[in-house]
């Protein structure tokens, strides 16, 4: 049995409707990480070694002259169809990193991790070097 013409129609309606979403999402919504405005936190810490998950997000490890761990975050999700969720916490000894997007989304993410410089820190359990 043929198609129907208004059976037709509506496919070619979803497919344009699909092209053209698709099309503002990779054109005119890329996210940019480097222009997305800096959120920070600061989490007492009192132990000698720190575990930080990353999640596959970028992650740059600092030693500073700080005392407590500062975490800044910088987080687009450009024009997304879909959901993103941020975690960002201390459990114990773990630093838990990860910014994510899901659905039709283009998100882009780094983390800048700022530790006290007598603090040992693994990346994902394991040792890594530390900037600065």
Known sequence: M???????TRRRT???TALVAGLL???????DAAKAEPREKAFPFSGDRLN????DNPVDLVAADVEEVRVTLWFDDGASLGSSEI???????????N???????????KFRVEVPRDLTVLRNGDP???KG
């Open 2 to 8: 043929p198609p129907t013409r208004a059976r037709t």
């Open 14 to 16: 979803a497919a344009r």
């Open 25 to 31: 999402l990779t054109t005119a919504a890329c996210a």
């Open 52 to 55: 930080v998950r990353t999640h």
């Open 87 to 97: 975690t960002w916490e201390l459990r114990g000894d773990t630093l838990d990193l």
């Open 99 to 109: 910014a994510a997007c899901s659905g039709l989304a283009n998100c882009d993410t």
């Open 128 to 130: 890594t070097a530390l």
